[in-house]
């Protein structure tokens, strides 16, 4: 009997320890990286973390989400966070609060921006104090911010991202669809889709992806022909075709980024490029340290064909986080590549490679 029960202990600590050895394996515990540095770099200094931004290329000005995320994490923060409105055609040295208009229950995380025919509309992710997971809808006037309205629907349950496509329609990634821990560990650990991405199409909302593995960003092509969806456990950037009349995706490409992919920017010329974690396991270490324990970055770059497919990632920018860590977005802009962070207070700006 004893024999018996110290093979199954035996048989069980092999099982842990052959998953604990995959999963650090899996979360790139074992990767060394190649630092590869950008060119004429300096940094924008503000008050907290721009985890993702935009650029209304007509005029200039970004639109910065900004909130103080490792505070949220230790469950000390105190104060909502903004959205910061910084001029690139004044070489800013830095970026502040201000007064944009936002609700006061607003602790922001992705962001779109649209120009229409109706006018130039901002959406901002809202994961609000109360628990609510809404999406706040503002009319942009230049540096001024309007807020016009709350939107919500109940498969919005875990939004990181998302993309607007008209005055009202926008598709929004969640970055989790797990119902229990189980569910969670597979996410995580083992890249299981439960994720989904949900329409709306300015009057009802409804499921367009199921079974995503956990997206941390979403963007359209230019002409709004492609949505382009980052899988942050998969370590892919996916492409759909849209069908513009109905807002249906159908899935066409997956590339392979090798890093947790993050928040993607489309520039003026189409090129498409990703932010991301190229070790999610000391991306992991960061935030359980509090910020003590650095967390690499890298960009990756990608090109549309004649046909509006994107080619191959193209590594552009890997860094050990010591100049900016937890790259979450790198926007190109006038010869200038801006990257904002989960957790860095400031924003890194280098000659576009």
Excluded at 97 to 103: C, I, L, Q, R
Excluded at 239 to 257: C, F, K, W
């Amino acid at each position: 009997m004893i024999k018996r029960f110290l093979k199954i202990v035996a048989t069980v600590v092999f099982i842990l320890a052959i998953l604990g050895f995959w999963s650090y394996a899996n979360m790139d515990g074992f990767k060394e990286l190649k630092p590869l540095a950008l060119n004429n770099c300096s940094t924008i200094t503000g008050p907290a973390a721009a985890e993702d931004m935009v650029v209304d290329r007509e005029t200039g000005l970004a639109y910065l989400s900004v909130l103080d995320r490792m505070a949220v994490v230790r469950g000390e923060v105190k104060s909502p966070g903004q959205i910061v409105v910084l001029d690139l055609n004044s070489n800013p040295v830095g970026y502040d609060w201000g007064e944009s208009g936002v609700p006061t229950d607003f602790y922001p995380h992705g962001i779109s921006l649209v120009n229409t025919i109706e006018g130039k509309f901002l959406f901002v992710i809202n994961h609000r104090a109360d628990g609510r997971e809404t999406i706040e809808r503002f009319s942009v006037d230049g540096a001024r911010l309007i807020y016009l309205e709350t939107l919500s629907h109940t498969a919005i349950t875990h939004p990181n991202d998302l993309v607007a496509v008209g005055p009202r329609k926008f598709y929004v990634g969640n970055d989790s669809g797990a119902s229990n821990a189980f569910e969670k560990l597979q996410e995580m650990v083992f890249g299981v889709g439960y994720s989904t991405i949900v329409y709306m199409d300015g009057e009802n909302g409804r499921v367009a992806v199921e079974g995503f593995p956990s997206s941390s960003g979403i963007n359209a092509s230019l002409d709004g022909k492609f949505v382009y969806i980052s899988g942050t456990s998969s370590r892919q950037l996916r492409s759909y075709r849209r069908d513009i009349a109905t807002g249906d995706l159908t899935p066409i490409e997956n590339i392979a980024t090798g890093m947790g992919t993050d928040n993607i920017d489309v520039d003026s010329e189409g090129t498409v490029w990703v932010a991301g974690h190229p070790k999610v396991i000391d991306l992991i270490k960061h935030f359980a340290s509090g910020g003590v324990k650095t967390a690499p970055s890298q960009i990756m770059r990608l090109s549309p064909d004649a046909t509006g497919l994107l080619e191959s990632a193209e590594r552009v920018y890997t860094s050990m986080g010591d100049d900016i860590g937890a790259s979450s977005v790198a926007v190109n802009y006038a010869g200038k590549l801006y990257i904002g962070s989960i957790t860095s207070p400031f924003i890194l700006t280098c000659d576009t490679p």
